[in-house]
Nanobody, 121 residues
Framework: QVYLVESGGGLVQAGTSLRLSCAAS????????LGWFRRAPGKEREFVAA????????DYADSVKGRFSISRDNDKKMVYLEMSSLKPEDTAVYYC??????????????WGQGTQVTVSA
């Protein structure tokens, strides 16, 4: 059974940093593209960051570029999202996902349950 479990969310002040972690049970974890998405209150879920295994590249939404960093540890089957200079508008439930190449929800087959990040002004 495939699972993805996020952790590391919480309540933080604007301007601070937070690291989210996601543990996966995928057999061939190193051959999956991994993504982070988020859903803010009253909004659609949106792409945040992706790590592509073939090219070894990363991709970011414009709103987080320069502040967030995605990384992966294939040996531990973990994916991380380092978030810095957090803003109140980063408040959302953050989800990790695994699947094919892309920045759309449709590109990802497996999803975690999400972890809440709340940034106070």
């Amino acid at each position: 059974q495939v699972y993805l479990v996020e952790s590391g969310g919480g309540l933080v002040q604007a301007g601070t940093s937070l690291r989210l972690s996601c543990a996966a049970s995928l057999e061939t974890f190193s051959h999956y593209n991994l993504g982070w998405f988020r859903r803010a209150p009253g909004k659609e879920r949106e792409f945040v960051a992706a790590s592509y295994w073939v090219e070894g590249t990363t991709d970011y939404a414009d709103s987080v570029k320069g502040r967030f960093s995605i990384s992966r540890d294939n040996d531990k089957k973990m994916v991380y999202l380092e978030m810095s200079s957090l803003k109140p508008e980063d408040t959302a439930v953050y989800y990790c996902a695994a699947g094919a190449y892309g920045t759309s929800e449709r590109d990802y087959n497996y999803w975690g349950q999400g972890t809440q990040v709340t940034v106070s002004a």
